[in-house]
């Protein structure tokens, strides 16, 4: 009995003979093609400076005893221009910054009960983020249950760690509220993982942490925390330049994750501080033209 | 003699400016169409936009080998996408294609920088904007190029809406009408070529609404 020959179907073999590059572009399944180069890490540092991801930023999260708080700005600059991408974590590179966009999501909802922060390259924590919650959703049809919060951050860290020291600059955090309760890990394009109770990352993070560790208490409630988390990044916001449009606040608890605030800086800091009216001791008065 | 480095580079920048402005059912995105390498000018007559699916309409300024071999794979996929599923591609779904796209060349990027505009299934104008790596918004206006730097101020002032970000949600639709927008984009183009050496010669403009698309041109500075 003759097989039937379903080679024609397999999309990894090329359909015509002479396969150009841009046919395996379009018909292949798609992966990483890497420049033909004597020197690939020079090459991407200049890839770099040419295409400028954009950086600086505050993102910050912590456990409390009703789940996890995540807050972030949303600003993102590109070299000396606010861009929409997303901030790095490196201080050192900072020059002249302009805003690219002040409306950057910095928050990615992975799936209803887990949450990813951005900070370093705006495009590298946009895709492997996506490519996480499909990995997470693949896993939840695989296994008939939900990922754990280590599941998620774990399979994030080992792809990040397999293109350690190729130029990817993602600093993130996972937090979610899984079965062993609520879960925070931090997640870096160096391929390291922590767990952990308060993390902040990006440019703004010291103010942050500032805030954040002096008001921190593992027994506040979800509106004192909200506020705690809120006002740290107004002062992050406040004192570094590369950080700042508007200060997004969610909160994560057994029932998945709320979006609770989303407040301009600019109107906290008038309504943190509102201007007192100054006593005048002189009027100037109108000199009379004779 | 001292010692010699190589130093040819993959990639050239073409200069040029573009631009898009959603509005409640229409959208505007318009481009230059100045080609130039270093202080030369190649050619005043190129046009930097494409229509990838009915209601998507991509400009890129950058590198135009790379927009154009960017151009080429978007359209060999959208045509592959309508054989698989008998429809023409969403705005948003392009959007998503063109970020994956160009993700998929993160370690040799395309050196274009974009900006996709059309109208979303309900038929609001949308406009995403992009960096080369394919890290991308949906926005109420975008200006991406040489010139970016000198119209997205002028456009913030003009346009400058609530950010989505904000909860209790603000409205954020530019109130301008399909006239005004136009106006607006022809008034952006003359004031970025005063300033900008590397926009001018034409404006080319495509204007997205319920009733289809229509192209219009308008003649810059040529200096």
Known sequence: MMKIDFSGLDPSLPVKGNAEDLDDEILAAPSFKLPVTVDFDGFQKAAVQMVKPAKGTTTLAFIFKHGVMVAADSRASMGGYICKALLILNLYKINLYLAASQSVKKIIEINPYMLGTMAGGAADCQFWHRNLGIKCRLHELANKRRISVAGASKLLANILYSYRGMGLSVGTMIAGYDESGAGLYYVDSEGGRLKGTRFSVGSGSPYAYGVLDSGYSFDLSVEDAAELARRAIYHATFRDGASGGVASVYHVGPGGWKKLSGDDVGEMHYSYYPIEPTTVEQEMADVRIA | ?223
Not at chain 2, 149 to 157: E, K, S
Request: overall charge neutral; hydrophobic content about 40%.
């Open chain 2, 1 to 223: 003699m001292p010692k010699q480095q190589a130093n040819w580079s993959p990639y050239d920048n073409n200069g040029g400016t573009c631009v898009a402005i959603a509005g409640a059912d229409y959208c505007v995105i318009a481009a230059d169409t100045r080609m130039s390498t270093g202080y030369s000018i190649l050619t005043r007559d190129y046009s930097k936009i494409i229509q990838l699916a009915d209601k998507s309409v991509m400009a890129s300024s950058g590198f135009q080998a790379d927009v154009r071999a960017l151009q080429k794979v978007l359209a060999a996929r959208h045509l592959l996408y309508q054989h698989q599923h008998n429809k023409q591609m969403s705005c948003p779904a392009m959007a998503q294609l063109l970020s994956n796209t160009l993700y998929f060349k993160r370690f040799f990027p395309y050196y274009s920088f974009n900006v996709l505009g059309g109208l979303d299934s309900e038929g609001k104008g949308c406009v995403f904007t992009y960096d080369a790596v394919g890290s991308y918004e949906r926005v109420g206006y975008s200006a991406q190029g040489s010139g970016a730097t000198l119209i997205t101020p002028f456009l913030d002032n003009q346009l400058k809406s609530p950010s989505p970000l904000l909860l209790p949600a603000k409205d954020a639709v530019t109130p301008l009408s399909e006239i005004e927008a136009i106006d607006l984009v022809k008034t952006c183009f003359a004031s970025a070529t005063e300033r900008d050496i590397y926009t001018g010669d034409k404006v080319e403009m495509l204007v997205l609404n319920a009733s289809g698309i229509r192209r219009e041109f308008m003649e810059l500075r040529k200096d």
